[in-house]
């Protein structure tokens, strides 16, 4: 079995003990080889220190098996995903940690707009575990080509946004772009839209000084105080690379992820008059509220895990998905885009909101969350979650729904929720509630507490 480097959304850690330019140059290898030596990659990186160390190597591993690579420079994780959906190319990396700190960074794979698969995943793995790899002769080695692909990418982005809503009569807008990829891509679109634009942490800088990457409250207090203290309609927030977009209202309150994704759902569903939302285990179900109450139907997933069911038959009929934080417009393309975000959602503050972010999210329901944890050793994690199950179902009556495909989550038929899933990297067991009320959630998070310390005791 080989070992396993791939997480939820590619490959992170730190630049000395996992996204070293060892493992580098053993992917760009690799992924030559999943392609026989033949064909186009593309390469982007973020705004990282470490992004042409890396780069270099990734590189040199693809010219050693006879693929050509267009080097995309710094370029955000959106449009180095859509260059992935030009024909004459087989695939798109980007060299990135997206959210993490300055001392990591990561590979992401795309192939048409999509994200690798766990399968092609895999080879990868076996094919660095096993140090099995396509080498090119002297006169097969591949070639380098540059080309900046961000007018070509903005242009589409701006094409689907006007099919969709209309241009901006210059509401002022304002956008923490974190000192990252994104820079140069998302004011020129809201621009573009006729917005009026103000940028706060707007010029790349791989050491983040302005705020740490995530776009949590916790890191964007000056994005908030200069909402709250300015007249903007809506403040948009970015990532390391472009692919998550937090929103901050005009009083400066954050808006909770699971809202946003509301926000779009509906529109979507609405536009195409029914549809499948795709979103992931961790989200609330407000989202079912939303979407049900206008003709479509949710499906979730596990984290991580939305790329496959977009792949088969039924994921043609998914017309929104999302994460937290990371959008994806499934009539324009199938990657996450914090990007296309931020443009349609300024577009739906002007147009729903009449210029007010907090007039457009008076439409969606606000109910109370919990996000906390327990810690679980890594080696009762197997019998931990199967026991929470059989002790927390019969606890609380009015079960509408348990969903197994990540942890375990009990939908009630009063619109609460509650998921328990053990982490994948840490010795910890997380659980997520969510209700309509605070009594209510209370109540659930007691219980589910209660119980998982108590099969926490019995297995310790």
């Given at each position: 079995?080989?070992?396993?480097?791939?997480?939820?959304?590619?490959?992170?850690?730190?630049?000395?003990?996992?996204?070293?330019?060892?493992?580098?140059?053993?992917?760009?290898?690799?992924?030559?080889?999943?392609?026989?030596?033949?064909?186009?990659?593309?390469?982007?990186?973020?705004?990282?220190?470490?992004?042409?160390?890396?780069?270099?190597?990734?590189?040199?591993?693809?010219?050693?098996?006879?693929?050509?690579?267009?080097?995309?420079?710094?370029?955000?994780?959106?449009?180095?995903?859509?260059?992935?959906?030009?024909?004459?190319?087989?695939?798109?990396?980007?060299?990135?940690?997206?959210?993490?700190?300055?001392?990591?960074?990561?590979?992401?794979?795309?192939?048409?707009?999509?994200?690798?698969?766990?399968?092609?995943?895999?080879?990868?793995?076996?094919?660095?575990?096993?140090?099995?790899?396509?080498?090119?002769?002297?006169?097969?080695?591949?070639?380098?080509?540059?080309?900046?692909?961000?007018?070509?990418?903005?242009?589409?982005v701006k094409k689907f946004l006007l099919s969709?809503?209309?241009?901006?009569?210059?509401?002022?807008?304002?956008?923490?772009?974190?000192?990252?990829?994104?820079?140069?891509?998302?004011?020129?679109?809201?621009?573009?839209?006729g917005f009026s634009v103000t940028t706060m942490n707007s010029h790349q800088d791989g050491h983040f000084p302005g705020r740490p990457p995530e776009p949590s409250p916790?890191?964007?207090?000056?994005?908030?105080?200069?909402?709250?203290?300015?007249d903007f309609a809506v403040t948009m927030c970015h990532d390391g690379d472009g692919d998550r977009l937090a929103v901050i209202d005009e009083a400066g309150e954050f808006i909770d992820q699971n809202r946003v994704i509301a926000v779009f759902a509906r529109d979507e569903v609405e536009r195409n008059g029914g549809g499948i939302v795709l979103t992931s285990i961790d989200t609330s179900s407000v989202i079912d509220e939303i979407v049900n109450a206008v003709g479509g139907s949710v499906i979730r997933m596990p984290l991580g895990s939305l790329q496959e069911f977009l792949v088969t038959e039924k994921g043609k009929d998914v017309i929104f998905a999302s994460e937290p934080w990371k959008p994806i417009f499934a009539k324009f393309g199938w990657w996450m885009d914090g990007i296309t975000g931020a443009g349609r959602f300024a577009q739906l503050v002007d147009e729903l909101g009449e210029g007010s972010c907090m007039k457009l999210m008076e439409t969606i329901p606000k109910y109370p969350i919990l996000r906390d944890f327990v810690s679980c050793p890594d080696k009762i994690k197997q019998t931990f979650l199967p026991r929470v199950k059989e002790l927390l179902i019969p606890e609380i009556d009015g079960v509408e729904q348990v969903l197994e495909v990540d942890g375990v989550r009990v939908d009630y038929k009063d619109g609460s929720y509650v998921l328990i899933r053990v982490s994948g990297t840490e010795p910890k067991a997380r659980f997520y509630v969510g209700a309509k009320s605070q009594q209510a959630l209370d109540k659930i998070a007691a219980v589910a507490k209660k119980i998982m310390e108590q099969v926490l005791d019995e297995l310790k």
């Open positions: 079995m080989s070992q396993k480097l791939f997480g939820t959304s590619g490959i992170r850690g730190t630049i000395i003990d996992k996204s070293t330019p060892d493992l580098a140059l053993g992917l760009g290898r690799a992924l030559g080889s999943f392609y026989g030596g033949k064909g186009v990659v593309g390469v982007g990186v973020d705004a990282r220190t470490s992004r042409e160390m890396l780069k270099s190597a990734l590189i040199s591993g693809l010219l050693s098996t006879g693929m050509h690579v267009v080097d995309l420079g710094i370029a955000p994780m959106p449009t180095v995903a859509y260059y992935s959906t030009i024909k004459e190319i087989s695939a798109t990396v980007i060299i990135t940690a997206s959210h993490n700190p300055p001392t990591d960074n990561g590979f992401k794979f795309f192939s048409s707009g999509r994200e690798f698969i766990r399968s092609e995943e895999e080879f990868l793995e076996n094919s660095i575990q096993n140090k099995q790899y396509k080498v090119a002769s002297w006169d097969k080695i591949g070639q380098i080509t540059k080309k900046n692909i961000r007018l070509d990418y903005l242009s589409d969709r809503g209309e241009l901006s009569k210059g509401t002022n807008v304002l956008v923490d772009l974190a000192n990252g990829a994104a820079t140069d891509y998302t004011p020129e679109l809201l621009a573009d839209l916790r890191n964007l207090g000056d994005a908030m105080k200069m909402a709250a203290e300015s």
